[in-house]
């Protein structure tokens, strides 16, 4: 992790003051190796200290040497109130191992535009400024529609991993009870509301740099250019394919855009098309409880599965979605359409895409071919593919009692009789020769789970 900070140099005839001083470090104690201006330095690791101390020794031994500047922190050793003497202050660069770094998230097509208009406006309104070469952190940017303006987008920074390591003071958030209180007795009341509100306070310029974030896709540093045989042999068989009869195109994000998907018994599988041309296509094997799903509820995965996957062409932009099962085109088109929670939590999920559900016959779905010949699934398929399987295991794992066995249960099953009871007639299906109350209740449930499951 690199970053900028100010530590204080002490003169070694100091660290000897007492018994109990710095240079008395005791095994075991935590240290940890970093490089200061490129030169490995062990220091010891005191989550107590609010300055960062080095002695004169160790600031001899870098070798690019920072300029000290005049020091007025009265620093004191633990346990004394007498002031250390200080040789002076410096910023340098530290560096540790531990480097912390966040994935680029990449801007969908459509609205690349708008970021860089409100990135700009954000410039001019002196809120944020330009960055130029390398920086101690970056975050991305996460983009989302404004709720009551959908033309409208909102910029968000992803601090998470910059907040892992900034120590930040921690305050009681006030109950409701506290505010009553506080406010007994009072008569008149204010409510003051600033618009953009983070935007109203001014970063310290040390700490701005904790802020950088990102604005584009980044490519990978420090990577070897090879080109062989084996390449020219790739790239030549790249062109035929090109320029075969699976003719492909490049995305226009100007262009109207279609999604052509299918579900087969055993994959799922999309294309993005534009003007009858194809510009990407993607496929998925059906994971073991995907594949005793109905077949309605196949093609709507088909569908959420595709739409999630060309996020980055179809995000900000209205387009058609091409399905070869008609009921699905009343279950997305209408708001009002009654579908099983499954679906109906899938449609939840796509509310951000703008897209109108279109039906074609499946002997002219273009898809289909790859539905049936799927990629086979990875490690990082799907990230709501076991889901189902999952949320069993926990059930099997957490809905029976602690205090009760499992072999409990059968051995008090088989010692009750009402239960063997209900065994029994389930087995022969035959309800009418058992006159118990108890089991006339089990009856009425029965009947009325079994109406419903129909």
């Known amino acids: 992790m690199m970053m900028i900070v100010i530590a204080v140099l002490t003169m070694v005839t100091f660290l000897d003051y007492e018994k109990n001083t710095v240079n008395k470090v005791q095994k075991g104690q935590p240290k940890i190796n970093v490089k200061i201006n490129n030169s490995n330095v062990d220091i010891l690791i005191d989550t107590g200290s609010s300055i960062n101390v080095i002695d004169e020794s160790t600031f001899e031994n870098i070798k690019c040497k920072p300029k000290l500047s005049h020091a007025d922190t009265k620093v004191f050793a633990y346990g004394s109130d007498k002031n250390l003497k200080l040789m002076g202050k410096f910023h340098a660069t530290i560096e540790t191992d531990h480097k912390i770094t966040t994935a680029p998230v990449r801007i969908p097509f459509h609205i690349r535009k708008q970021v860089e208009a409100e990135l700009e406006k954000l410039e001019k309104q002196d809120i944020i400024e330009k960055v130029d070469g390398p920086t101690p952190w970056v975050s991305p940017i996460v983009v989302a529609p404004k709720p009551k303006n ?57 700490s701005r740099n904790i802020t950088t974030f990102t604005t584009h896709t980044l490519t990978k540093q420090d990577s070897k250019w090879e080109w062989t045989s084996e390449q020219q042999e790739s790239f030549d068989k790249l062109k035929n394919e090109l320029v075969a009869d699976r003719v492909m195109s490049y995305f226009d994000p100007n262009k109207e855009t279609m999604l052509i998907v299918d579900a087969s018994p055993v994959g799922l599988a999309g294309l993005l098309t534009q003007n009858g041309k194809i510009i990407a296509y993607a496929s998925r094997s059906l994971t073991d409880v995907e594949t005793r799903y109905s077949q309605t509820e196949k093609e709507a995965l088909a569908i959420v599965w595709a739409i999630e996957h060309f996020h980055l062409y179809l995000y900000g932009q209205s387009f058609t979605l091409v399905s070869d099962h008609q009921p699905l085109e009343t279950i997305f088109n209408s708001p009002k359409a009654k579908t099983p929670a499954r679906i109906e939590r899938w449609r939840l999920r796509l509310q951000g895409y703008n897209f109108k559900v279109q039906y074609k016959p499946g002997k002219v779905n273009a898809a289909d071919y790859l539905s049936r010949h799927p990629t086979p699934n990875t490690s990082i398929a799907c990230k709501h593919s076991q889901l189902a399987e999952e949320y069993v295991r926990y059930l099997t794992d957490n809905a029976v009692p602690k205090a009760m066995t499992l072999n409990e249960i059968a051995d008090s099953t088989q010692k009750d009789k009402d239960l063997q009871t209900v065994i029994t007639a389930l087995k022969s299906n035959r309800w009418d020769k058992y006159e118990s109350n108890t089991l006339r209740y089990i009856l009425k449930i029965t009947i009325r789970i079994n109406s419903r499951s129909r």
């Open 150 to 206: 959908k033309n409208e987008i909102r910029l968000c920074v992803d601090m998470r991993e910059p907040n892992k390591a900034i120590l930040r003071s921690r305050h009681i958030t006030p109950t409701l009870d506290d505010m009553i209180l506080d406010l007994n007795g009072s008569k008149v009341f204010s409510k003051m509301d600033l618009r953009s509100g983070y935007h109203q306070l001014e970063l310290n310029e040390e």
